[in-house]
């Protein structure tokens, strides 16, 4: 069955969709598997088979491969971002993918950029992007 999850930040809010979910009633987590989507009111899209919710640590965490699609810019296409492991604070709306990260954008001169590092942090609350470690 189809399952659809809505998580708020003070700032911000999360949609997550996918084909099922569970929800540990004594922790309270709730993981959703299949084909996920999680959507974020900024204009982020990530992409990947399994994510878990902790209210605890108010994170959404996936330990899978994931792709990325920035929000649209006017003047310069998407960011097109892939990696492994994925970590959204919800405290600070900070969706950081961990490890393994390389993608492209298409630039407002119509070049390529072509980037890779070993994280990469995207800020829900100041829209921008760093890479850290490893940068080429």
Do not use: C, W
């Not at 990530?46 to 209210?55: A, G, M, N, V």
């Not at 310069?76 to 970590?87: A, D, N, P, T």
Request: aromatic share 8%.
């Amino acid at each position: 069955q189809d399952v659809k999850a809505q998580f708020y930040s003070d700032t911000a809010s999360y949609t997550v969709t996918g084909k099922t979910g569970s929800v540990d009633e004594i922790k309270k987590t709730m993981v959703i598997e299949g084909q996920v989507k999680l959507t974020s009111t900024n204009g982020y899209i990530f992409y990947t088979e399994k994510l878990r919710y902790d209210p605890i640590e108010r994170k959404i965490i996936s330990q899978d491969k994931v792709s990325l699609e920035g929000p649209p810019e006017e003047k310069s296409g998407r960011l097109y971002m892939e990696g492994v492991g994925l970590v959204v604070e919800m405290a600070t709306n900070l969706m950081v993918i961990q490890n393994q990260v390389k993608g492209h954008k298409l630039m407002s001169d119509n070049r390529v950029m072509n980037i890779s590092s070993q994280r990469g942090e995207f800020s829900g609350k100041r829209k921008s992007v760093a890479f850290r470690n490893n940068v080429v």
